[in-house]
């Protein structure tokens, strides 16, 4: 890792980082309806890191702050970046520890993608990696505090943004990942229980807990189906 | 520069939460291995984590949303991507308030 190979990452991942702005202006803004300050905002984009899950516990942001079902939600909903370490260890396995908290930071989608494909052909760089993601958490940062200074103005008066359907914002996020996760078949019945137990969870348990009982639901059902499937098929 | 203790414990919560997610599978690597099970259920939960998170408001708002929806799957799955998806998703909502559903 060299100070050249940070700087080698940063620039290549400045184009794709904007990519995050949409996303991040929507969440500035809802964020801001929410009664979070601009520095509040600041400080969760930058030390969470992890739009859809700041966006999730958005959903749950109500006085007095559930904090176990927050912070839940947060591990629950980021638990495709388990996957992702999962796949980076073996590439790094002899990281030094006070390396490793800034690796795991780092960790998100388009910069582990960008890097495990390196990693992969023999090539990846240390430097790179925390380069690329250096610029991201910036972006990010800067994206969803541009959004809190929009909803300052014209977008701070709820009737206007519902109008321009930015009370969608949020759930159009978790829409849209969903449709791009989507693999067919495989997923329609683990989903389908997960949207069920979901409804289920807030008719019966009410708040907004539907999201990690709906989540661990059809996560266990799906990897329950998949190993007996498995299994089926070997004996 | 305004913040409540409460807010900032929630957000170090979030903050934590968040890299236990992401440090999990890293250290994980090193005891779980490659168990099936636990490989096949990290597989499944982000999806249906999303799912969950979008189907109540989406019933409990109606038409609008729906509709959105609808649109944000076909963008995102045609257009193929992100901003696109997001785009359409929120435009439609627009259009169909202005259309007088709810």
């Known amino acids: 890792m060299t100070w050249r190979s940070f700087q080698a990452g940063a620039l290549r991942m400045f184009l794709p980082s904007f990519a995050t702005f949409p996303f991040g202006i929507g969440f500035g803004v809802a964020a801001a309806q929410k009664g979070l300050s601009a520095f509040e905002v600041g400080l969760m984009s930058f ?20 904090l176990f079902a927050l912070a839940a939600s947060v591990f629950v909903a980021n638990l495709r970046y388990f996957v992702m370490g999962a796949a980076l260890q073996p590439h790094l396995p002899s990281l030094r520890w006070y390396v490793q908290p800034a690796v795991w930071h780092v960790t998100v989608d388009q910069n582990w993608a960008t890097n495990i494909a390196e ?25 969803t505090l541009l959004g809190h200074l929009a909803a300052g103005g014209v977008l701070s008066d709820p009737t206007a943004a ?58 266990l059902f799906g990897a329950w189906r998949q190993t007996r499937t498995s299994n089926d098929r070997k004996s | 520069m305004t913040a409540s203790p409460e807010n900032l414990l929630a957000i170090l919560m979030m903050a934590l939460a968040a890299m236990a997610a992401k440090a999990g599978g890293f250290l994980a690597m090193r005891w779980l291995g490659q168990h099936r099970f636990v490989a ?10 999303l799912v969950s998170a979008a189907i109540v408001p989406i019933v409990q708002t109606g038409g609008a949303f729906w509709i959105g929806a609808t649109a944000a799957v076909v963008a995102t799955r045609w257009a193929g991507g992100f901003t696109p998806g997001l785009f359409v998703a929120v435009g439609t909502v627009a259009l169909a308030r202005w259309a007088g559903l709810s």
């Open chain 2, 40 to 49: 096949a259920w990290l597989e499944h939960a982000p999806g249906a984590v």
């Open chain 1, 47 to 66: 030390t969470v890191f992890a739009g859809t899950s700041q966006m999730v516990a958005l959903d749950l942001w109500t006085h007095p702050l559930p």
């Open chain 1, 119 to 143: 990693y992969r052909r023999g090539h990846g760089d240390l430097g790179r990696f925390l380069g690329g993601g250096f610029v991201m958490v910036l972006s990010w940062t800067a994206a």
């Open chain 1, 162 to 219: 519902r109008r321009l359907g930015l009370d969608f914002v949020g759930i159009a996020v978790f829409v849209v990942v969903a449709a791009i996760l989507f693999r067919g078949k495989r997923d329609v019945a683990s989903w389908s229980v997960a949207i069920a137990t979901a409804l289920a969870a807030k008719w019966l348990v009410g708040g907004n807990w539907y999201i990690v009982i709906g989540g661990l639901a059809g996560g």
